[in-house]
């Protein structure tokens, strides 16, 4: 398959509601976890890890509530590979069973205290019991980007033969490269024909460029978070993966990225975690032009300065006024408020804006820039 067909079949699996509330101080109410699955299911979003059964009756309560609402979209529940969690999990109605288990020989040792031939034999036992309960299978390979790269060959391979449908690759600590995620991903792709998942986190500022260098490589799925929320500084945020997917790689997943803005308010009102305003995709400010020769490009031709059209996310661009002005962002500013300047009165207004933006460190209101005209007017001689 080529890689332009390839990308339009790669799939989102978001993880917001799993990983995403992992993040320190992040916990959902029920109703904001149906609320968040809702969202995403009417964006297109079509799979989801909605929660970690292992956790006991009010998280499997959870799950159920979002089962329930029989949205159209595949549901993944969490669990380590032990009796206890896998237990838990065949209690959920769920389509995918993320059955996970650390790979690396650091996590093998030091926190479980085991064997590579132990993992090993766990993935062939809960592959195996997975999908003799009924349920696909994914294995989770926590910790696989510090994983000696044979034994993870081994581990996916064994969990291809056990009958897995995926495996998630999980750069637990983010510590990848895009390029080192890309070679990672291609010795994994050329071992097994199963899907291949991609989970990487943020902890270097990578994971969106990791986890489109996975998808070039030859992974099937992204794990997402929306706004990027998770464990310590959080996952591939959904936003990004799909507007760096249409327009990085040409290809458009399905997900209605108009919606976008709304789910990141949703999940950052229902997380606690403000998005800063310049988060990409969806911030507050991402649209927003100060720069005087950024608002005379945008104000000739929006594309001047424009990655990509605001319109896709059913956001505008904004021009505002403040130090790094310019006179045509003034003349434009006043223009809309029915006020005319000259080239010399837009340099006197210029240097109140500046002045007044270094002392409250905030764009003119309306009022404030009439207050200028009027000083500039007056001391110009117009009003006198
Ligand atoms: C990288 C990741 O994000 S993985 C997802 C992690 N998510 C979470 O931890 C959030 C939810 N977690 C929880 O609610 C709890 O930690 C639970 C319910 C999962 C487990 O709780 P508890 O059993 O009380 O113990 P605790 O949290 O300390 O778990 C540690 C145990 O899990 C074991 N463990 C860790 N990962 C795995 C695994 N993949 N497979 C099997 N056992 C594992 C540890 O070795 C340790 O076992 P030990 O008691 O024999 O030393
Ligand atoms: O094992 C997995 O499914 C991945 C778990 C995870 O969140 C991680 O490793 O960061």
């Not at 696989?144 to 060959?153: K, T």
């Not at 581990?155 to 983010?174: I, N, P, S």
């Not at 899907?195 to 099937?220: Q, S």
């Not at 009027?374 to 001689?381: D, H, I, K, T």
């Amino acid at each position: 398959m080529d890689r332009i067909a390839r990308y339009h079949q790669t799939l989102i699996n978001d993880t917001t509601l799993r990983d995403g509330e992992q993040a320190a101080g992040v916990a959902f109410t029920p109703l904001e976890k149906c609320e968040i699955a809702k969202a995403l299911a009417q964006a297109g979003v079509p799979e989801m890890e909605i929660g970690i059964p292992g956790m006991g009756e009010a998280e499997l309560a959870q799950i159920e509530l979002i089962t329930d609402l029989r949205l159209p979209v595949r549901l993944m529940v969490w669990a380590r590979m032990c009796e206890h969690d896998l237990r838990a999990a065949l209690c959920c109605a769920v389509d995918l069973l993320n059955l996970s288990i650390p790979v690396s020989d650091l996590q093998i040792t030091r926190k479980l205290g085991r064997s590579r031939a132990w993992v090993l034999q766990q993935v062939a036992r809960y592959v195996t019991a997975g999908r003799e309960a009924g349920y696909a299978v994914s294995v989770g390979m926590e910790d696989a980007s510090r994983a000696d790269p044979a034994f993870l060959r081994q581990v996916a391979q064994a969990a291809e033969r056990a009958g897995a449908e995926r495996v998630r690759f999980a750069d637990t600590l983010g510590v990848l490269d895009p390029f080192s995620t890309y070679e990672r991903i291609a010795q994994l792709r050329s071992a097994v024909d199963i899907d291949i998942e991609i989970h990487a986190h943020d902890d270097l500022g990578l994971a969106t460029a990791n986890t489109l260098a996975a998808l070039r490589a030859g992974a099937t799925h992204a794990n997402t978070t929306v706004n990027g929320i998770g464990e310590r500084a959080g996952n591939a945020a959904l936003e990004e993966i799909v507007m760096g997917l249409r327009h990085l790689h040409g290809a458009d997943i399905g997900v209605d990225t108009r919606q976008l803005p709304a789910i990141s308010a949703l999940v950052a009102r229902a997380s606690g975690r403000r998005v800063a305003p310049g988060k990409s995709i969806v911030g507050e400010a991402v649209f927003t032009h100060e720069s005087g020769l950024h608002v005379d490009g945008i104000l000739k031709d929006p594309r001047n300065y424009q990655p990509f059209d605001p319109a896709e996310l059913g956001r505008a661009h904004r021009t505002v006024l403040g130090k790094h002005s310019g006179s045509h962002a003034v003349r434009s500013a006043f223009a809309q408020l029915g006020l005319s300047v000259d080239e010399q009165q837009a340099g006197a207004v210029l240097l109140r804006v500046r002045a007044h933006a270094t002392h409250h460190k905030r764009a003119p209101s309306d009022e404030e820039l009439r207050g200028f005209f009027l000083e500039v007017a007056e001391s110009s001689g117009v009003l006198s």
